[in-house]
Protein backbone atom coordinates (compact mmCIF):
# COMPACT_ATOMS: atom_id res chain seq x y z
CA UNK A 1 0.00 0.00 0.00
CA UNK A 2 1.67 3.15 -1.70
CA UNK A 3 -0.33 5.37 1.08
CA UNK A 4 -1.80 7.39 -2.05
CA UNK A 5 -5.59 7.16 -2.00
CA UNK A 6 -7.34 7.98 -5.61
CA UNK A 7 -11.07 7.52 -6.12
CA UNK A 8 -13.20 6.86 -8.27
CA UNK A 9 -11.34 3.82 -9.18
CA UNK A 10 -13.15 3.34 -12.10
CA UNK A 11 -15.40 6.05 -14.65
CA UNK A 12 -17.28 5.62 -17.76
CA UNK A 13 -18.84 9.13 -19.40
CA UNK A 14 -19.89 10.65 -22.56
CA UNK A 15 -17.87 12.68 -24.81
CA UNK A 16 -18.11 16.52 -23.96
CA UNK A 17 -18.89 15.50 -20.58
CA UNK A 18 -17.02 16.78 -17.50
CA UNK A 19 -15.19 14.69 -14.98
CA UNK A 20 -13.25 15.23 -11.16
CA UNK A 21 -10.68 12.75 -10.27
CA UNK A 22 -9.28 12.83 -6.68
CA UNK A 23 -6.48 12.49 -4.95
CA UNK A 24 -5.15 12.27 -1.55
CA UNK A 25 -1.59 12.00 -0.69
CA UNK A 26 0.35 10.58 2.15
CA UNK A 27 0.38 11.69 5.54
CA UNK A 28 2.78 14.34 5.28
CA UNK A 29 3.85 14.52 1.35
CA UNK A 30 3.01 18.40 0.15
CA UNK A 31 3.75 16.80 -3.30
CA UNK A 32 1.20 15.54 -5.72
CA UNK A 33 1.98 14.85 -9.61
CA UNK A 34 -0.78 13.79 -11.82
CA UNK A 35 0.30 11.20 -14.62
CA UNK A 36 -1.58 10.00 -17.76
CA UNK A 37 -1.49 6.22 -18.93
CA UNK A 38 -3.36 5.39 -22.59
CA UNK A 39 -3.47 2.16 -23.82
CA UNK A 40 0.02 0.12 -24.31
CA UNK A 41 1.87 3.21 -22.96
CA UNK A 42 4.27 4.63 -20.71
CA UNK A 43 3.25 7.15 -17.69
CA UNK A 44 2.94 10.74 -19.41
CA UNK A 45 3.47 13.42 -16.73
CA UNK A 46 0.77 15.88 -16.72
CA UNK A 47 0.74 18.65 -13.94
CA UNK A 48 2.52 18.91 -9.97
CA UNK A 49 1.12 20.65 -7.29
CA UNK A 50 3.29 21.81 -4.36
CA UNK A 51 1.82 22.77 -1.09
CA UNK A 52 -1.04 23.81 -3.31
CA UNK A 53 0.81 25.89 -5.41
CA UNK A 54 1.34 24.32 -8.74
CA UNK A 55 4.69 23.85 -9.48
CA UNK A 56 5.81 22.49 -12.68
CA UNK A 57 3.46 21.88 -16.06
CA UNK A 58 4.13 18.65 -18.50
CA UNK A 59 1.93 17.53 -21.42
CA UNK A 60 -1.58 18.54 -19.85
CA UNK A 61 -4.13 20.09 -22.64
CA UNK A 62 -5.93 22.89 -21.97
CA UNK A 63 -9.51 21.16 -21.38
CA UNK A 64 -7.54 19.42 -18.18
CA UNK A 65 -6.72 21.51 -14.98
CA UNK A 66 -5.96 20.23 -11.60
CA UNK A 67 -5.92 22.39 -7.76
CA UNK A 68 -4.33 21.39 -4.55
CA UNK A 69 -6.24 21.84 -1.45
CA UNK A 70 -5.18 22.62 1.82
CA UNK A 71 -5.84 19.45 3.05
CA UNK A 72 -3.11 18.47 0.41
CA UNK A 73 -5.66 16.54 -1.26
CA UNK A 74 -5.83 17.16 -5.12
CA UNK A 75 -8.41 16.78 -8.00
CA UNK A 76 -8.06 16.64 -12.00
CA UNK A 77 -10.71 17.88 -13.62
CA UNK A 78 -11.31 17.08 -17.30
CA UNK A 79 -13.31 18.91 -19.36
CA UNK A 80 -14.97 18.55 -23.41
CA UNK A 81 -13.61 14.70 -22.85
CA UNK A 82 -13.18 13.04 -26.15
CA UNK A 83 -12.63 9.50 -26.73
CA UNK A 84 -8.79 9.81 -27.06
CA UNK A 85 -8.81 10.96 -23.45
CA UNK A 86 -9.42 7.31 -22.20
CA UNK A 87 -6.51 6.28 -19.97
CA UNK A 88 -5.59 5.52 -16.43
CA UNK A 89 -4.70 8.66 -14.29
CA UNK A 90 -2.48 8.21 -11.91
CA UNK A 91 -1.65 10.76 -9.00
CA UNK A 92 1.48 10.35 -6.90
CA UNK A 93 3.87 11.73 -4.44
CA UNK A 94 7.14 11.79 -5.73
CA UNK A 95 8.12 8.36 -5.88
CA UNK A 96 5.04 6.44 -4.69
CA UNK A 97 1.93 5.99 -6.99
CA UNK A 98 -2.26 5.39 -6.54
CA UNK A 99 -3.83 3.04 -7.62
CA UNK A 100 -4.94 5.16 -10.39
CA UNK A 101 -8.27 6.04 -11.80
CA UNK A 102 -9.73 4.30 -14.95
CA UNK A 103 -11.54 6.42 -17.45
CA UNK A 104 -13.28 5.30 -20.22
CA UNK A 105 -15.00 7.72 -22.40
CA UNK A 106 -18.25 6.66 -24.81
CA UNK B 1 8.91 13.53 -26.21
CA UNK B 2 10.05 10.07 -25.01
CA UNK B 3 13.96 10.57 -23.68
CA UNK B 4 13.81 7.10 -21.98
CA UNK B 5 14.66 4.13 -24.04
CA UNK B 6 13.37 0.97 -22.24
CA UNK B 7 14.73 -1.96 -23.79
CA UNK B 8 13.46 -4.95 -24.17
CA UNK B 9 10.54 -3.91 -24.93
CA UNK B 10 8.97 -7.99 -24.19
CA UNK B 11 10.66 -10.98 -22.99
CA UNK B 12 9.23 -14.41 -22.76
CA UNK B 13 11.83 -16.91 -20.56
CA UNK B 14 11.47 -19.37 -18.44
CA UNK B 15 11.09 -20.12 -14.82
CA UNK B 16 14.37 -19.34 -12.66
CA UNK B 17 16.01 -17.84 -15.60
CA UNK B 18 17.87 -14.43 -14.89
CA UNK B 19 16.66 -11.45 -16.51
CA UNK B 20 17.87 -8.16 -17.48
CA UNK B 21 16.83 -4.76 -19.09
CA UNK B 22 17.93 -1.55 -19.19
CA UNK B 23 17.60 2.37 -19.95
CA UNK B 24 19.19 4.87 -21.52
CA UNK B 25 19.27 8.54 -22.29
CA UNK B 26 21.05 11.10 -23.86
CA UNK B 27 19.95 13.52 -20.86
CA UNK B 28 21.42 13.38 -17.29
CA UNK B 29 19.42 12.01 -14.53
CA UNK B 30 19.84 12.67 -11.50
CA UNK B 31 17.73 9.82 -10.03
CA UNK B 32 16.58 6.25 -11.42
CA UNK B 33 13.99 4.72 -10.19
CA UNK B 34 12.47 1.14 -11.48
CA UNK B 35 8.88 -0.14 -10.77
CA UNK B 36 6.37 -3.23 -11.51
CA UNK B 37 3.30 -2.42 -12.96
CA UNK B 38 0.53 -5.20 -13.06
CA UNK B 39 -2.29 -5.27 -15.32
CA UNK B 40 -4.80 -1.91 -14.41
CA UNK B 41 -2.89 -1.66 -10.90
CA UNK B 42 -0.38 2.21 -10.30
CA UNK B 43 2.93 1.12 -10.19
CA UNK B 44 5.03 -0.03 -7.65
CA UNK B 45 8.60 1.32 -6.67
CA UNK B 46 10.66 -1.63 -7.01
CA UNK B 47 14.54 0.63 -6.64
CA UNK B 48 15.22 3.77 -5.96
CA UNK B 49 19.02 5.10 -7.05
CA UNK B 50 20.07 8.23 -6.17
CA UNK B 51 23.84 8.48 -6.58
CA UNK B 52 26.25 7.73 -10.14
CA UNK B 53 27.68 4.55 -10.02
CA UNK B 54 25.56 2.77 -7.41
CA UNK B 55 24.32 -0.75 -7.28
CA UNK B 56 21.22 -1.56 -5.07
CA UNK B 57 19.66 -5.19 -4.27
CA UNK B 58 16.07 -5.58 -3.23
CA UNK B 59 15.92 -9.03 -2.95
CA UNK B 60 16.07 -10.75 -6.40
CA UNK B 61 16.01 -7.63 -7.70
CA UNK B 62 19.21 -5.48 -8.54
CA UNK B 63 19.96 -2.38 -10.39
CA UNK B 64 22.66 -0.04 -10.77
CA UNK B 65 22.82 3.58 -11.70
CA UNK B 66 25.35 4.58 -14.77
CA UNK B 67 28.32 6.06 -14.19
CA UNK B 68 27.69 8.26 -17.46
CA UNK B 69 24.41 9.30 -15.55
CA UNK B 70 22.41 8.56 -18.72
CA UNK B 71 21.63 5.11 -18.03
CA UNK B 72 20.11 2.32 -15.65
CA UNK B 73 19.68 -1.08 -15.63
CA UNK B 74 17.45 -3.83 -13.81
CA UNK B 75 18.12 -7.41 -13.18
CA UNK B 76 15.84 -10.31 -11.94
CA UNK B 77 17.78 -13.19 -10.96
CA UNK B 78 16.23 -17.04 -10.29
CA UNK B 79 12.49 -15.58 -11.96
CA UNK B 80 9.37 -16.84 -11.07
CA UNK B 81 5.74 -16.89 -12.48
CA UNK B 82 4.74 -13.80 -10.24
CA UNK B 83 7.67 -11.68 -11.69
CA UNK B 84 5.03 -11.58 -14.86
CA UNK B 85 4.38 -7.97 -15.41
CA UNK B 86 5.61 -4.42 -17.25
CA UNK B 87 9.09 -3.11 -15.73
CA UNK B 88 9.13 0.96 -15.88
CA UNK B 89 12.18 2.81 -15.24
CA UNK B 90 11.82 6.40 -14.42
CA UNK B 91 14.17 8.99 -14.00
CA UNK B 92 14.53 12.75 -12.61
CA UNK B 93 16.20 14.32 -14.81
CA UNK B 94 18.38 17.44 -13.92
CA UNK B 95 16.86 20.06 -16.07
CA UNK B 96 13.34 18.91 -14.67
CA UNK B 97 13.15 19.19 -11.13
CA UNK B 98 11.02 16.11 -9.20
CA UNK B 99 8.71 15.34 -11.69
CA UNK B 100 9.45 11.81 -13.60
CA UNK B 101 10.21 10.64 -17.08
CA UNK B 102 9.31 7.15 -17.72
CA UNK B 103 10.65 4.50 -20.18
CA UNK B 104 8.39 2.66 -22.31
CA UNK B 105 8.48 -0.59 -20.15
CA UNK B 106 9.65 -4.04 -20.39
CA UNK B 107 6.71 -6.60 -20.71
CA UNK B 108 7.85 -9.72 -18.53
CA UNK B 109 6.26 -13.53 -19.37
CA UNK B 110 7.29 -16.26 -17.56
CA UNK B 111 6.44 -19.87 -18.18
CA UNK B 112 6.40 -22.38 -15.37
Known amino acids: DSGVTQTPKHLITATGQRVTLRCSPRSGDLSVYWYQQSLDQGLQFLIQYYNGEERAKGNILERFSAQQFPDLHSELNLSSLELGDSALYFCATDSFFGQGTRLTVV | GQQLNQSPQSMFIQEGEDVSMNCTSSSIFNTWLWYKQDPGEGPVLLIA?????ELTSNGRLTAQFGITRKDSFLNISASIPSDVGIYFC????????????FGEGTQLTVNP
Open chain 2, 49 to 53: LYKAG
Open chain 2, 90 to 101: AGRLLTSGSRLT
